[in-house]
């Protein structure tokens, strides 16, 4: 029954959608039938009167789109202006039990062709120019973040490599860090294995010397501080333990007195 219903709908918005407004259809169509979602969208655009069970009601306004994926059909009911900010409703295509079209939509009253131009709301070209130098510009950032992440080292490497990059420009060489292309540093990254790429280029190496000095002082600094914290947590921990009572059973309980 409810299957015959969703047919005759169905019917219905395909006459309209030729061109006989409000739904209307002769008994030469008869035997035309078509499933309803087919039905519905090629009625987007047109205002329309749709009836819902099991919960039966009745919603009227301009079918904003029709989905066969989801299954969904939106309407506006605002005023059947889809150009305008409106009310849409969501509504299951199988709880449809008829629909009606009370005007076709304003592109089907002169012919049967459609366009993107006709589209409400109008839709526009994208720009894919813009959307390929996005997707570039994304991509390098990420290979770019991964260039920077050494590969086999210790976060103090880690660290090291992110000091100087934040100042100079830095790249991994395996796990050599090269500083401005004119500085090397080595494992274990010490002050004193710091070596020039250019003989003679004292002044860059003197630069790089000095920050690294500065950066293994910070490190130095944070790993007291991380070590001390851990010790006085250490502390308290044991502090509070100290003050329980002492246990009145097993390995630990003191037994009862011997002897006199």
Not at 58 to 81: H, M, Q, R, S, Y
Not at 198 to 222: F, N, P, S
Request: hydrophobic share 40%; glycine share 10%.
């Amino acid at each position: 029954m409810a299957d015959g219903k969703r047919q005759s709908g169905g019917v219905k918005a395909a006459a309209a959608a030729q061109g006989v407004a409000g739904g209307t259809t002769s008994q030469g169509m008869a035997g035309t039938m078509v499933p309803l979602e087919v039905a519905l969208s090629g009625a987007i655009g047109a205002r329309v009167r749709i009836s819902t069970s099991p919960v039966a009601s009745t919603i009227e306004g301009t079918l904003f789109t029709a989905c066969p994926i989801t299954n969904l059909v939106a309407i506006n009911t605002a005023d059947g202006k889809q150009g305008q900010a409106g009310d849409y409703h969501i509504i299951p295509i199988p709880r449809i039990q008829s629909f009606q079209i009370v005007s076709l939509a304003p592109s089907s009253q002169n012919n049967d062709t459609h366009s993107f131009a006709d589209a409400v709301p109008s839709l526009h070209a994208l720009d894919i120019r813009a959307l390929k130098a996005r997707e570039a510009s994304a991509v390098a950032k990420l290979q770019e973040n991964e260039a920077r992440r050494g590969k086999g080292v210790t976060r103090e490497a880690q660290d090291i490599f992110d000091a100087f990059s934040r100042t100079m420009p830095t790249r991994w060489d395996g796990a050599t860090i090269i500083v401005a292309d004119a500085v090397a540093i080595p494992l274990p990254y010490r002050v004193d294995d710091c070596r020039p790429l250019v003989a003679g280029d004292t002044a860059a190496l003197t630069r790089v010397r000095k920050v690294l000095e500065m950066e293994r002082k910070k490190i130095e600094l944070r790993n007291a501080s991380a070590t001390i914290g851990t010790t006085n947590a250490f502390a308290r921990s044991a502090k509070g333990n100290s003050g329980n009572p002492p246990p009145t059973s097993g390995p630990g309980a003191a037994g009862p007195r011997k002897g006199g």
